[in-house]
């Protein structure tokens, strides 16, 4: 069984929270932790603790199950409210400052549940062609 955890309308831009959660995507859980754990970047912090709420919710759902088998099974990183912001520029005008936010969703699941299942490809027949004949060329004298 699965488990969500959701962080909605973190103060920080969507780009800089995904370099993080590209980071830790279909990892084990442990391993994303640690990485997590010592990323200088200040979404790291607010990234671990949710993963921590996301393993959390999976013990809840799974009372007596074993976690060292969890992985990082789906992260994504949605754009959130923007606050607008003006900021002075020369000649009186007005540059705008968007402070972005953002929502980050993680599902955590057992390897063991994991199934995959490979779409069933049929042969394709090959059908040659047979090459066009090539044009003379003219040159023209001028």
């Known amino acids: 069984m699965e488990a969500i955890a959701k962080l909605n ?9 995904r370099l ?18 010592h990323n200088p970047k200040h979404p790291a912090v607010p990234l671990r ?26 992260i994504f990183v949605d754009g959130a409210r923007v606050i607008k912001r003006m900021r002075p520029a020369p000649q009186g005008r007005g540059y705008r400052v968007r402070k972005r936010s953002n929502h980050v969703t993680i599902i955590v699941d057992s390897m063991g549940s994991k199934v995959a299942t490979a779409p069933v490809v049929e042969e394709a027949v090959v059908v040659e062609e047979t090459p066009k004949p090539k044009k003379a060329r003219t040159t023209k004298k001028a």
Not at 9 to 17: A, D, E, G, L
């Open 9 to 17: 309308n973190y103060p920080t831009s969507p780009r800089k929270m």
């Open 20 to 37: 993080l959660a590209d980071l830790v995507r279909g990892m084990k859980v442990e391993k994303a932790l640690a990485i997590l754990d």
């Open 49 to 74: 603790k949710l993963l921590l709420s996301a393993i959390s919710n999976w013990k809840q759902k799974n009372e007596g199950a074993d976690e060292s088998g969890l992985i990082v099974k789906t």
